[in-house]
T-cell receptor
Framework: AQSVTQPDIHITVSEGASLELRCNYS??????LFWYVQSPGQGLQLLLK??????LVQGIKGFEAEFKRSQSSFNLRKPSVHWSDAAEYFC?????????????FGTGTRLTIIP | NAGVMQNPRHLVRRRGQEARLRCSPM?????VYWYRQLPEEGLKFMVY????????ESGMPKERFSAEFPKEGPSILRIQQVVRGDSAAYFC????????????FGPGTRLTVT
């Protein structure tokens, strides 16, 4: 079965600093990969996704992620964070070639922004 | 273009009561998924439905939980005889079908069992 690991439970960065959130997955083939963001008390918003093709994908709000097959990773990056980026970030994996399927989520990384 | 709608947003039930959570998918979406988020945890898959069919219920607790997605109307997640451990946020997502797929989430229903 597929699984997702987000090794960092909580990250604190200064406003304007760069950000990288780690995500590692376990799956026998190339999966579908997603990053979602959840603000307190809110639902999940899709930031970006990887299905195939270019391994560097661009998302909303200035985020990008890079799929690295050799490392089974899909890390999320942003060159300069804003205070409004403070939220919980979830990486998720979906199986391919099985039709529509459930997503398996990591446990999330809480991002705190300090002035 | 309305997104995924869930109601109620907040639901308080006493132990032993029934909880009914509703989800209306995005327009044009015929695939619905329910996930549960316990405090300080990620989302866990519960059930995947298409119209009038349960496709995958591997994440549903065997007792007290049921889900449906009728031909007309919203999808319903039903929890009978709720217990304190059912307190969580329940999220619905929908997708249009086909490959590749992406799921769009509703705002969630936060269930509190007292």
């Amino acid at each position: 079965a597929q699984s997702v690991t987000q090794p960092d439970i909580h990250i604190t960065v200064s406003e304007g600093a760069s950000l990288e959130l780690r995500c590692n997955y376990s799956y026998g083939a190339t999966p579908y990969l997603f990053w979602y963001v959840q603000s307190p008390g809110q639902g999940l918003q899709l930031l970006l996704k990887y299905f195939s093709g270019d391994t560097l994908v661009q998302g909303i709000k200035g985020f990008e992620a890079e799929f690295k097959r050799s490392q089974s990773s899909f890390n999320l990056r942003k060159p300069s964070v804003h205070w409004s980026d403070a939220a919980e970030y979830f990486c998720a994996v979906g199986r391919t070639n099985f039709g529509n399927e459930k997503l398996t989520f990591g446990t999330g990384t809480r991002l705190t922004i300090i002035p | 273009n309305a997104g995924v709608m869930q109601n109620p947003r907040h639901l308080v039930r006493r132990r032993g009561q029934e909880a009914r959570l509703r989800c209306s998918p995005m327009k044009g979406h015929s695939h619905v998924y329910w996930y549960r988020q316990l405090p300080e945890e990620g989302l866990k898959f519960m059930v995947y439905l298409q119209k009038e069919n349960i496709i995958d219920e591997s994440g549903m607790p065997k007792e007290r939980f049921s889900a449906e997605f009728p031909k007309e109307g919203p999808s319903i997640l039903r929890i009978q005889q709720v217990v304190r451990g059912d307190s969580a946020a329940y999220f619905c997502a929908s997708s249009a079908g086909g490959l590749p797929y992406e799921q769009y989430f509703g705002p969630g229903t936060r269930l509190t069992v007292t």
